[in-house]
């Protein structure tokens, strides 16, 4: 019996460093309806083009910057990083998307799976997560 006790503890004590982290904190309400992002060229393009496609969704028009444009070069601004990882495949590892208002942090978006281990839920597409940040980052349709 206890020998059991003790391998269920075990395993248990194994996958809690299996974790996945997701923190949002919602944009705050702006009127604008465009939506600038820096382009961050160490990222996939992929990334940006799912960002995009996400905005675009919730009825955003998205402006691409230069990746050395400045945050207040439009009233609402995004900057994103983001990293992959090979375990049996290839999966989106880290993701964090700031947006600013008039150059100040509006609100943030981080997903991290860096010590997802045997987590199978790190290999979810990263096209679907980042739809999933960018709806609990934009709460609202654009303009509402």
Same mark, same amino acid.
């Given at each position: 019996?206890?020998?059991?006790?003790?391998?269920?503890?075990?395993?248990?004590?194994?996958?809690?460093?299996?974790?996945?982290?997701?923190? !949002? $904190?919602?944009?705050?309400?702006?009127? *604008?309806?465009?939506? #600038?992002? =820096?382009?961050?060229?160490?990222?996939?393009?992929?990334?940006?083009?799912?960002?995009?496609?996400?905005?675009?969704?919730?009825?955003?028009? !998205? $402006?691409?910057?230069?990746?050395?444009? *400045?945050?207040?070069? #439009?009233? =609402?601004?995004?900057?994103?990083?983001?990293?992959?990882?090979?375990?049996?495949?290839?999966?989106?590892?880290?993701?964090?998307?700031?947006?600013? $208002?008039?150059?100040?942090?509006?609100?943030?978006?981080?997903?991290?799976?860096?010590?997802?281990?045997?987590?199978?839920?790190?290999?979810?597409?990263?096209?679907?997560?980042?739809?999933?940040?960018?709806?609990?980052?934009?709460?609202?349709?654009?303009?509402?």
């Amino acid at each position: 019996m206890i020998a059991k006790i003790a391998g269920i503890s075990l395993a248990l004590f194994a996958l809690s460093g299996c974790a996945i982290h997701q923190n !949002v $904190k919602p944009v705050e309400r702006f009127d *604008s309806k465009t939506v #600038c992002i =820096v382009q961050n060229g160490n990222v996939r393009a992929t990334f940006l083009d799912a960002y995009e496609n996400a905005l675009s969704n919730k009825g955003y028009e !998205v $402006k691409r910057l230069a990746t050395d444009a *400045s945050l207040i070069a #439009c009233p =609402v601004t995004s900057t994103y990083t983001a990293s992959w990882r090979w375990d049996l495949a290839m999966y989106m590892s880290y993701a964090d998307i700031i947006v600013y $208002k008039n150059g100040k942090p509006s609100g943030k978006a981080t997903y991290d799976a860096t010590r997802g281990g045997g987590n199978m839920g790190k290999f979810i597409g990263a096209e679907k997560k980042i739809t999933e940040l960018v709806d609990q980052l934009f709460p609202r349709m654009a303009g509402s």
